[in-house]
T-cell receptor, first 109, second 115 residues
Framework: GENVEQHPSTLSVQEGDSAVIKCTYSDSASNYFPWYKQELGKRPQLIID?????GEKKDQRIAVTLNKTAKHFSLHITETQPEDSAVYFCAASSDKVIFGPGTSLSVIP | EPEVTQTPSHQVTQMGQEVILRCVPI?????FYWYRQILGQKVEFLVS????????KSEIFDDQFSVERPDGSNFTLKIRSTKLEDSAMYFC?????????????FGPGTRLLVL
């Protein structure tokens, strides 16, 4: 069945450094790729998304890249801040939305 | 800004009991979804619903589960005979158009504990 893999599972960075999370997907029909941030005990919150006709998208400190040929997409957070600490989920959408297993990001002040 | 709401926030039930989880999607949205998240694990798709019928469902969504839109605002998930492994956070979500390329907005979740 469809699968989304995500790496790393945990990531610790110093405040101000960059963080990169990578995902791969299996369903070539996927054409929408959202990223969600989930703080402990809270709902997933969409932080950025990218559609299949675009290779890169940026929103302030957050950027996402998509390589449809390789079925890879990545989240880049620059100038990380302690409030960026959370679990980040990538997802790929075709007939249904499949989430990756999540990356627990810790930003150390 | 409109939000998806869910009730109750927490539900404790005995194994074998029926539970109904309620959601009020964003008012002009047409597509509705249920997801579950077992503690410490990823979000898992259960079902999507459009035009008063299920459009997609996962392997998790077996005969014990059902969904309904009983009126113009509520969207419910019923678990007929709960099992211990149904303990999880259940999220409702809605989107204006098909999930293929449209942002889904999540509710705050219902934490279900089956004893």
């Amino acid at each position: 069945g469809e699968n989304v893999e995500q790496h790393p599972s945990t990531l610790s960075v110093q405040e101000g450094d960059s963080a990169v999370i990578k995902c791969t997907y299996s369903d070539s029909a996927s054409n929408y790729f959202p990223w969600y941030k989930q703080e402990l005990g809270k709902r997933p919150q969409l932080i950025i998304d990218i559609r299949s006709n675009v290779g890169e998208k940026k929103d302030q400190r957050i950027a996402v890249t998509l390589n449809k040929t390789a079925k890879h997409f990545s989240l880049h957070i620059t100038e990380t801040q302690p409030e960026d600490s959370a679990v980040y989920f990538c997802a790929a959408s075709s007939d249904k939305v499949i989430f990756g297993p999540g990356t627990s990001l810790s930003v150390i002040p | 800004e409109p939000e998806v709401t869910q009730t109750p926030s927490h539900q404790v039930t005995q194994m074998g009991q029926e539970v109904i989880l309620r959601c009020v999607p964003i008012s002009n949205h047409l597509y509705f979804y249920w997801y579950r998240q077992i503690l410490g694990q990823k979000v898992e798709f259960l079902v999507s619903f459009y035009n008063n019928e299920i459009s997609e469902k996962s392997e998790i969504f077996d005969d014990q589960f059902s969904v309904e839109r009983p009126d113009g605002s509520n969207f419910t998930l019923k678990i007929r005979s709960t099992k211990l492994e149904d303990s999880a956070m259940y999220f409702c979500a809605s989107s204006a158009w098909t999930h293929r390329e449209e942002t889904q907005y999540f509710g705050p979740g219902t934490r279900l504990l089956v004893l």
